[in-house]
């Protein structure tokens, strides 16, 4: 098995360093280095696809493994696809605390803002908090 990983890149899935922070501290709470995130694409929402995020000790073969600010962010290849060139940010705010997906694939999100509806040019406004 050959896994690259990669640094950020405009064509790549970005984290911020409120992002990576945010990770690194949920990291050391479930207390194994082994972890990385997987932030992923699937069907559903009211919106048609919807933004998912799970820690995941397994790297697959058709998996991009981006690293910023030491946090290894895994990506399967069917998200990579909806997810080039967005950015995950945290932010935190009266309403509460969140990550933020800056997503220029989406070309509109629902009001529950978890799912979006894809832009056919990918030039889209999506601007997610999860």
Known sequence: MSIEVT?????????????????QSLLIQEDNKDLHLRVFVSGGGCSGFEYGFTFDDDI???DTVVENYGVKLLVDQMSMGMLKGA???YKTS???????I??????STCGCGKSFTP???GQGCGHVDY
Do not use: C, H
Not at 7 to 19: D, G, K, N, Q, R
Not at 94 to 99: A, W
């Open 60 to 62: 697959k073969d058709n």
């Open 87 to 89: 950015e995950i940010d």
């Open 7 to 23: 640094t950020m890149s405009a064509t790549e899935v970005s984290l911020t360093e409120a992002a990576a922070t945010k990770i």
């Open 102 to 107: 800056k997503n220029p694939n989406a070309a």
């Open 119 to 121: 832009a056919d040019s």
């Open 94 to 100: 009266l309403q509460g605390e969140s990550f933020v």
